[in-house]
């Protein structure tokens, strides 16, 4: 150790060649060293602030010691116990899924194999998908016209007559539209003519636009839009497509007022339906007590779905004008009726109308069968053998099934390499010992040393920060009894078969280490024996998914514990000490022990003596005793003055003496 122990930290306020930023002038009368007497005098008290200085500047290390490990216990935490992160969590059952299944066709039919399901190919054929009791509107609310053949629309005669604000434009000419007999080309071509030639009308310019839509009954359709306020009609036409003539162009949307529709609406407007056999009659008063005539289509809406509870949705397709009503729910049990009144002729419903939703129709060969079984399922989405089915659209697909043990051992083995990091690194912390002969530094002593030489004497300053502390110990004996403690019901009975660590025929190979290293490292849990871990994810996945996860029944505090799987229980103790996953700052043992400051009193003593309020209260001691240190110094240059001044005033009186006596 280098021999630095003479060298000291300079009080505030010292001057001269003692330091400071007071200039003085002292020891003329009596030839003393005054500076430096006065700093001799004050090295008791200096070393007695660097003694503060440096219990702060340890428990500053125990503070970053600990935010260091609270960092790699948060990073395990939302790495592996994040609910938003499925995929990763441990307490997601999925995730101890050994099968794993792939589709030909994903897109119209996939699938997912849970525990248990047959390993092999399945052959599934859907000839119908499951679909709501829906009602659509039979007319558009907007002005578009059915193309029953785009060669109606052009050639010799054709042209299309508009009128702005009550007054016809010039025709637009269509005799040049020539198709090629290729709809998928002939139609957005058709869109694109007219607009052509509505470009080059002066008086039909951005006043209106035609597009090309094709509903989901496959009807092609070319839609008129007013592009501006003023009335856009067609006055007559050559095209035997567009039948309705004179009436002013819509393009109607979800904000549309109900009166622009039907002007009578502006009254307390009823809905009349039955869906699922059940009768319910929506209310929207768009009287003068209510809307006032205000009222849109996604205020019908929204008052179908409130009335309903959500089991009826309303719909409206800006794009085909229709508007649509249909139950949540899909099957042949769900149905849906509307009476026809007003409000509804206003929508394009043609007077009362019913609709039953229908099943999925699907066969399924199972590996081994030599003929396929038909289901009926009222949803989309149904689990059969094991197998959890998804099906968006009619087709076929072969659905292979695989063990793949080596993902769920995997994922298992990546979880208990960090873990035993973090577990190392603590034990570490709490076994390291102290090197007294490295004190933390003064500001005297780092002056003298090199950059180099400071951080080296740190690095061994630190050693044994954390010895025994007693939070990290509490942290590592409640881990490890997470993994060995049994895993019961109520009753006390053992809720899985299979059981932690490596000895009979139900231990899943997931051990505390054995032999020498159990001194060191007997917090660690690592895999002890990797055939036993696959057969049980292999044969026995419910029973480690229980064991992993099972949630506590009981509500009191040792039965939550005992009935917890090894996950779950693992999951609370780092929730109590740092906090859930996506927090930071909280109130959680280590977190708060290491940043949250409880003491802002004057005196200190106030707080919960954590980390923080201990580093307040050094501080302000610190405070004090520097301030203590200034009145002290200046004390003692005070007295030195007051010696100056009788010197002074000796040597004056013995100048005098010696002119008299020379006289």
Same mark, same amino acid.
């Given at each position: 150790m280098s021999d630095i122990s003479g060298s000291y930290s300079t009080p505030s306020g010292m001057t001269g060649a003692g330091g400071g930023q007071m200039l003085r002038i002292t020891g003329m009368a009596t030839g003393l060293d005054v500076d430096g007497m006065v700093k001799k005098m004050m090295l008791a008290e200096q070393t007695k602030l660097d003694k503060v200085k440096q219990a702060q500047q340890l428990i500053?290390?125990?503070?970053?010691?600990?935010?260091?490990?609270?960092?790699?216990? =948060? /990073? %395990?935490? $939302?790495?592996?116990?994040?609910?938003?992160?499925?995929?990763?969590?441990?307490?997601?059952?999925t995730n101890y899924n050994s099968l794993i299944a792939s589709s030909t066709n994903a897109t119209a039919i996939n699938a997912t194999a849970q525990t248990g399901a047959a390993t092999g190919t399945y052959t599934i054929n859907v000839t119908q998908i499951a679909q709501s009791a829906a009602l659509v509107s039979n007319s558009s609310l907007n002005s578009q016209f059915k193309v029953t053949d785009p060669a109606n629309w052009g050639g010799a005669g054709k042209s299309i007559t508009f009128s702005v604000d009550g007054v016809d434009a010039s025709p637009i000419d269509l005799s040049g539209?020539?198709?090629?007999?290729?709809?998928? =080309? /002939? %139609?957005? $071509?058709?869109?694109?003519?007219?607009?052509?030639?509505?470009?080059?009308?002066?008086s039909l310019n951005g006043k209106v636009s035609a597009s090309y839509v094709q509903d989901a009954n496959g009807n092609n359709i070319i839609k008129f839009s007013p592009l501006s306020t003023s009335a856009i009609q067609i006055t007559s036409t050559g095209v035997s497509d567009i039948t309705t003539l004179n009436t002013n162009f819509v393009s109607a949307s979800g904000n549309m007022k109900l009166t622009s529709l039907d002007s009578t609406l502006n009254t307390n407007l009823n809905l009349n339906l039955n869906y699922n056999g059940k009768d319910i009659t929506v209310n929207l008063d768009n009287s003068a007590a209510g809307k006032n005539g205000t009222a849109t289509i996604n205020d019908l809406i929204t008052a179908v779905k409130t009335a309903t509870g959500g089991q009826v949705t309303g719909s409206f397709d800006d794009m085909t004008g229709k508007f649509t009503l249909q139950t949540v729910n899909t099957g042949s049990n769900t149905s849906l009726?509307?009476?026809?009144?007003?409000?509804?002729?206003?929508?394009?419903?043609?007077?009362n109308q019913s609709k039953q939703g229908l099943d999925a129709i699907v066969q399924i060969t199972a590996p081994g069968a030599s003929s396929p079984t038909t289901v009926t399922e009222n949803s989309n989405n149904f689990t059969l053998n094991n197998m959890t089915y998804s099906l968006n659209s009619t087709g076929n697909s072969s659905i292979s099934v695989d063990n793949n043990t080596q993902g769920v051992h995997d994922k298992i083995k990546t979880f208990l390499d960090k873990y035993n990091a973090i577990i190392d690194k603590i034990q570490t912390k709490l076994n390291e010992k102290k090197n007294s002969d490295y004190p933390p530094l003064t500001d005297t002593q780092k002056s003298t040393m090199k950059d180099s030489d400071i951080t080296a004497w740190n690095t061994k300053a630190q050693q044994g920060i954390l010895r025994n502390d007693n939070n990290l110990q509490k942290l590592l004996s409640d881990l490890r009894s997470a993994f060995v403690s049994p895993v019961t019901d109520a009753t006390g009975k053992n809720v899985s078969s299979v059981y932690f660590g490596s000895y009979g025929s139900g231990a899943i190979g997931i051990d505390t280490p054995s032999g020498a290293s159990t001194a060191t490292d007997g917090d660690k849990i690592s895999i002890s024996d990797d055939s036993k871990l696959n057969n049980v994810i292999l044969n026995h996945g419910d029973d480690l998914i229980k064991l992993f996860t099972n949630v506590a029944t009981d509500s009191n505090g040792k039965q939550i514990f005992n009935q917890s799987g090894i996950f779950q229980r693992m999951n609370t103790i780092l929730q109590s000490n740092v906090g859930y996953t996506g927090t930071t700052f909280n109130n959680a043992i280590l977190t708060k022990y290491a940043n949250v400051q409880d003491d802002f009193s004057i005196n200190g003593g106030a707080g919960t003596n954590t980390l923080p309020d201990q580093i307040y209260y050094k501080q302000l001691m610190i405070t004090k005793m520097a301030a203590a240190m200034t009145t002290k110094q200046e004390q003692y240059y005070k007295q030195f003055s007051q010696l100056e001044t009788a010197m002074n005033n000796l040597n004056a009186q013995q100048a005098q003496l010696s002119q008299l006596t020379s006289g």
């Open positions: 500053a290390w125990r503070q970053q010691a600990y935010q260091d490990i609270i960092k790699d216990i =948060k /990073d %395990l935490q $939302n790495s592996f116990f994040d609910p938003l992160t499925p995929a990763n969590n441990l307490l997601s059952t539209f020539t198709p090629s007999g290729d709809n998928s =080309k /002939d %139609l957005p $071509n058709l869109a694109a003519y007219i607009n052509n030639q509505i470009s080059k009308n002066t009726s509307i009476t026809g009144n007003s409000l509804t002729a206003a929508l394009g419903f043609s007077g």
